[in-house]
């Protein structure tokens, strides 16, 4: 069964940073790109970063641009978002997804997890 787990989320003051991390399952891992999405209360859900399965090619939403850095290591199956100076407009749940795609013969659809909190607040 295949798992997305996030942690690293909480609250944290105007300015200040947090790393996200997410834990996959599956040993398809290597072969999806990744990215994180969030969403704040009231509004859509939308793309904060993206990262391509050898981690080469980077994609940055233009509000989190020079601010947060997406990372990924495929020997542990994890991705990270490092968050620095974070503002108030962050607030929001932060989602890991899994792009899908096919490993070994077999079809793996978007996974997402399951969310981390993240407050920007002082």
């Known amino acids: 069964q295949v798992q997305l787990v996030e942690s690293g989320g909480g609250l944290v003051e105007p300015g200040g940073s947090l790393t996200l991390s997410c834990a996959a399952s599956?040993?398809?891992?290597?072969?999806?790109?990744m990215g994180w999405y969030r969403q704040a209360p009231g509004k859509q859900r939308e793309l904060v970063a993206t990262?391509?399965?050898?981690?080469?090619?980077?994609n940055y939403a233009d509000s989190v641009k020079g601010r947060f850095t997406i990372s990924r290591d495929n020997a542990k199956n994890t991705v990270n978002l490092q968050m620095n100076s974070l503002k108030p407009e962050d607030t929001a749940v932060y989602y890991c997804?899994?792009?899908?795609?096919?490993?070994?013969?077999?079809?793996?659809?978007?996974?997402w997890g399951q969310g981390t909190q993240v407050t920007v607040s002082s």
């Open positions: 990262i391509s399965t050898d981690g080469g090619t980077t």
């Open positions: 599956g040993s398809f891992f290597s072969v999806s790109a």
């Open positions: 997804k899994s792009s899908k795609t096919y490993y070994r013969g077999r079809y793996y659809p978007d996974y």
